[in-house]
C-alpha cells in the first residue's frame, strides 16, 4: 500500500538556521503531494502542493519539488523564525472515482516536531 | 475563503451522554471527512461524504455515527463513548469532482475528553 515517510524528529534550530524535513513516499501512480503544518491547540494548515513531477510548491518562504526519480518531497526554508515552530506532515493522496464523483484519502507521515529558538 | 469551522471547540462528557459535534464549509466542496487525532500522531480517516452520500467508513465503532444533512455541514453524533475515544477529532472539505489535486482543507478540530 502507500506509505509516507518523513525524517525522524524532533528537529531544534535557532531562528534565521535552514531548515530541511525529508519525506519520501512510497505508492503506486502518481499522487498529489503535500505539506501540512499544525500549530500547537490548532487543525492541520494546507502548507503547500504539488501534483506533478518536478513541480516546485512554495508557500511563506517554505518550498517542496516533487521528485519522482526519488519518490522525495522535502521541506526546504532558508531562514526560520520561532514562529514556524510546530508539527509538519507530509501527505499523498489518493483520488477515488465512484458514480462521477470523487474524493481524495491522504496518507501522512508520522509528522516531525520543529522547534525554532531565538 | 478557505474556512472549515468545527463547533464546539471543546468538549468533555461523560461514557453515558449523547453529544454531536458540528462542522461547516462554504467554499462549495461536496466532499467532506472526519479524522481522528491522538496526541503526536497523524490524523486517522474515520468517514468519508461525497455528494452528501457515506462513501467511506473505516471500520469505526457504531458509537461514532455521521451524518451529512446537506452540501455544507456535517455532524458527528456521539454516544456511550469509551475514554480511550478521547481525541482532537478534525473535520475537513475537498471539492468532490473536477479539480486537479482535491486538497483537503481542515477545520480547527473539536478536543473531545471522555470521563
Known amino acids: 500500500g502507500d506509505s509516507v515517510t518523513q525524517m525522524e524528529g524532533p528537529v531544534t534550530l535557532s531562528e534565521e538556521a535552514f531548515l530541511t524535513i525529508n519525506c519520501t513516499y512510497t505508492?503506486?501512480?502518481?499522487?498529489?503531494l503535500f505539506w501540512y503544518v499544525q500549530y500547537p491547540g490548532e487543525g492541520l494548515q494546507l502548507l503547500l502542493k504539488?501534483?506533478?513531477?518536478?513541480d516546485k510548491g512554495s508557500n511563506k518562504g517554505f518550498e517542496a519539488t516533487y521528485r519522482k526519480e526519488t519518490t522525495s518531497f522535502h521541506l526546504e526554508k532558508g531562514s526560520v523564525q520561532v514562529s514556524d515552530s510546530a508539527v509538519y506532515f507530509c501527505?499523498?493522496?489518493?483520488?477515488?472515482?465512484?458514480?462521477?464523483?470523487?474524493?481524495?484519502?491522504?496518507?501522512f507521515g508520522q509528522g516531525t516536531i520543529l522547534t525554532v529558538h531565538p | 475563503d478557505t474556512e472549515v469551522t468545527q463547533t464546539p471547540k471543546h468538549l468533555v462528557m461523560g461514557m453515558t451522554n449523547k453529544k454531536s459535534l458540528k462542522c461547516e464549509q462554504h467554499?462549495?466542496?461536496?466532499?467532506m471527512y472526519w479524522y481522528k487525532q491522538k496526541a503526536k500522531k497523524p490524523p486517522e480517516l474515520m468517514f468519508v461524504?461525497?455528494?452528501?452520500?457515506?462513501?467511506i467508513n473505516e471500520s469505526v465503532p457504531s458509537r461514532f455515527s455521521p451524518e451529512c444533512p446537506n452540501s455544507s455541514l456535517l455532524n458527528l453524533h456521539l454516544h456511550a463513548l469509551q475514554p480511550e475515544d478521547s481525541a482532537l477529532y478534525l473535520c475537513?472539505?475537498?471539492?468532490?469532482?473536477?479539480?486537479?489535486?482535491?486538497?483537503?482543507?481542515f477545520g480547527p478540530g473539536t478536543r473531545l475528553t471522555v470521563t
Open positions: 475537513a472539505s475537498s471539492p468532490a469532482s473536477g479539480a486537479s489535486s482535491y486538497e483537503q482543507y
Open positions: 505508492a503506486t501512480g502518481y499522487p498529489s
Open positions: 504539488a501534483t506533478k513531477a518536478d
Open positions: 501527505a499523498l493522496i489518493k483520488i477515488f472515482n465512484a458514480g462521477g464523483t470523487s474524493y481524495g484519502k491522504l496518507t
Open positions: 467554499m462549495g466542496h461536496r466532499a
Open positions: 461524504y461525497s455528494y452528501e452520500k457515506l462513501s
